[in-house]
């Protein structure tokens, strides 16, 4: 029991505001570092502010997105190793954006944990503002929770929420996306931020530990490998729109892989046809499937196994993107084209459909 001369605290009941206003100062200079055109008022106040006029735009859409990392934080969590879960937060929503030909412009973060560690927090946000960095877009603002009882001592969780903009004729997929124009793939840096749980569970069936040699990448700790932030296709397709043109539509390819997110943007009764042999599947997708027993099928409905992002383009212009993103670094296949789907054996979803050019859903799980 307490009385009037000394009653209970915040502190007491385990929230240390005193830990939360520590954090803002200390990400303060972290967070300015990421400012941009049409952002640049500092954190801490009730909102982040930004001046869309100030960016140039004539006819703006605004395009947001949400996401967070998923279970993908249990590895950073049970390991210590927290500098790159951030990129993926920013990778998860800012890659969402650019799939409507969307340039983002901010970001806000949400970080909720139990009792707050400074020295943790402070890690994860330097993540976040240097995927903020790498696409372009400012960190404005965000919300630090710390709520005793409902997480586990050491666990966090995160959630990220991205805006962008696009001009009104820009947005994507164009209406006059269909058969006829090719399909182009950009390679994943390797899971991504889907199907932990999976992951989680194959390295425990495969009795690994986290400081382990990685099976498929001699000379890493599983864990590292694991951890390798989500690729952010931000900037080079923003490039390639503005100097190349005759992209038509993407598709971003995480949570469902290319059975559930390519549907997503094809036209009615139209069909991708995409040859899943152009490209070759990383190890770490290999070995997951070696190891599990898993089926092709399940493979490509739960990762990208190495195709992290889909482009629909003029065919005329496919060598050109082509080549544009080879020359910004990017692993750049041709998977296919779209056609008629009309009366085709595929797999259907709803009017829309997916096939490879085998007719089947197969990956070459050998090859190199």
Request: proline letters at 4%; charged letters at 20%; a negative charge.
């Amino acid at each position: 029991m307490t009385d009037a001369k000394n009653g209970w605290t915040y502190a007491q009941a385990g929230v240390d505001v005193g830990a939360g206003n520590a954090l803002v100062s200390r990400i303060a200079p972290i967070v300015k570092a990421t400012r941009r055109l049409g952002a640049d008022s500092d954190i801490g106040g009730f909102g982040g502010l930004f001046d869309l006029k100030a960016c140039g735009y004539r006819d703006p859409v605004l395009v947001a997105a949400n996401d967070g990392v998923g279970t993908k934080l249990k590895i950073a969590i049970e390991t210590g190793l927290h500098e790159t879960i951030g990129i993926d937060l920013v990778a998860m929503s800012v890659n969402d954006l650019v799939v409507q030909g969307a340039e983002p412009l901010f970001f806000l973060d949400y970080f909720a944990c139990g009792k707050l560690d400074l020295d943790v927090a402070a890690k994860v946000i330097e993540g976040i503002a240097e995927g903020c960095r790498q696409s372009g877009c400012a960190l404005i603002g965000g919300e630090t929770a710390e709520m005793p009882d409902m997480y586990a001592a050491g666990d966090y969780d995160l959630a990220g929420f991205a805006v962008g903009a696009v001009e009104r004729e820009d947005v994507l997929p164009k209406k006059n996306t269909g058969p006829g124009d090719v399909l182009l793939g950009i390679g994943s840096s390797g899971v991504h931020s889907n199907g932990y749980s999976l992951v989680r569970r194959l390295v425990r069936e495969a009795g690994l530990a986290w400081d382990d040699e990685a099976p498929f990448q001699p000379g890493t700790s599983l864990a590292r490998a694991l951890l390798t932030p989500t690729k952010l296709y931000v900037k080079p397709i923003l490039e390639t729109i503005r100097t190349v043109g005759g992209i038509k539509a993407m598709a971003h390819i995480t949570g469902g892989g290319f059975l559930e997110n390519m549907p997503r943007v094809l036209p009615d009764l139209c069909v991708a046809e995409i040859d899943l042999y152009a490209c070759a599947v990383p190890a770490v997708f290999r070995w997951m499937a070696t190891i599990g027993h898993i089926e092709p099928q399940e493979m490509l409905r739960t990762f990208n196994c190495g195709i992290g992002m889909v482009l629909v383009v003029e065919a005329d212009k496919a060598h050109d993107i082509s080549e544009a993103l080879r020359g910004m670094g990017e692993r750049c296949v041709t998977l296919g084209w779209l056609q008629d789907g009309s009366g085709r054996d595929a797999v259907e979803h709803g009017k829309r459909a997916w096939v490879d050019t085998r007719g089947k859903l197969d990956l070459a799980w050998s090859a190199s």
